[in-house]
């Protein structure tokens, strides 16, 4: 029976909602059931963008508050924008707005690594970095659900990891998969260098290799009492599908994709604060379209690093000469670049930071870290576009209205996926945790 055919069901009596059926979906996981054609895109806006200069506008606001910029109508009544978001107004039908996302204060969120680590894990903060120890989303992903795609990794990172996007407890098998190669370098020709062998080696002799190590891998086997020559042979296997099989190097091959269409994601230069040392943010727009053909492949789990939104200064010479027309054009692009590829519906696309920035507007002309409110956008994966979830006080310092924390996020991921975020895992001292301490699916969005 269809979705549509069980929510029909539900409206006559049953008490089949949306959240239960999420939920169902969620826990089909374990049997082996789970939805496989659905795949996740996170694009990570490292730094926290400004709500205030992208989506929750407040232009009656003192002059210190709302800053410089307007806000302009899109496509959606009511629902206003950025004025340098032109071309994302244009698509406010496909995707949703969510203006009331926080953190819990037991989230321990103190700067940006907290916030990483919260946002991909969805548990607090240790004050000890080295202390973070719980596997990321992705690697949840991977370890639920990495068996439906044996030929395919099903948790990668465009370029390379950014802080909380590593496998924690869980090993080194489930790290994610990185491309090291940048599409966002469009000088020289994109290739994967995980996925090919050195030179002058044949396959037969990587076959040969692989042989005499597990020979030897076999002396220890009877006294293995952790586990971790299975998960030796996890990560081995997967190794081997993906360098010996041809779907994973055609899914990078992205030198397939034709130049109008990376053209059309955009090739701007990158921005370089005036003030700020360091300042600097790559092209990540070819990123998305990489996304865009692993998803397309079958990939389940793509997080592409779009930092780094930290505009301490300069907050609005920055915002409208590099990060918001940069942002418009490669954001709209992705959603259109989705649906020609017939995979918008089945890939749910999550656009976040892992903060805001402050209501008042400081003495340098820019914005600080301010983690009590942010908002995000989200869409594909089912959910109904032109769509405000939230609401904030006049000021977008505070949730006013329906707050949603960050574990809400990720349950949304997690049912989309088909993952059961209540199985348990043990961590290295045999304490066992569940996927998600806490969070629900935001339902409204569907």
Sequence with gaps: MTRRGLLQIGALGTGLSLSKLLRLEAQSASSGTARKETSVIILWMRGGPSQLETFDMKPNAPLEVRGEFSPISTTVPGIQVCEHLPLIAQAMHKFSIIRSMHFRPEDGLTDHSSGDQVCFTGYPAAPDPSQNVFPSCGSIVKRQLQHQTPDLPSYVMVPRNVPGTASGFFGQSFEPFETLSDPANMSTPFSVPNLGFADGVSLDRVGSRRDLLRGLDSLRRDMDQTGRFHA?????????????GTKAREAFDFEKEPRELRDRYGVMP??????RAGGDAPNWAQRMLLAARLVEAGVRLVTVDCRWWDTHEDNFWAL????LPRWDRAYS??????ERRGKLESTLVIA???MGRTPRINAAAGR?????????SIAGGGVKGGRVIGATDQHAAEPKDNPKIVQDVLATAYAHLGVDPSVQYNDR???PHPVLPCGRPITELF
């Design 270 to 275: 990158a921005y370089k604060s005036r003030v």
């Design 232 to 244: 030796i042979d996890e990560f081995e296997t997967q190794a081997w599908e993906m360098i010996t």
């Design 333 to 338: 692009a992705l959603l259109d670049d989705l």
């Design 429 to 431: 001292a045999g304490r």
């Design 352 to 354: 976040w930071g892992e």
């Design 320 to 323: 409208e000469t590099g990060f």
């Design 368 to 376: 600080d870290h301010w983690s009590r409110v942010f908002s995000m």
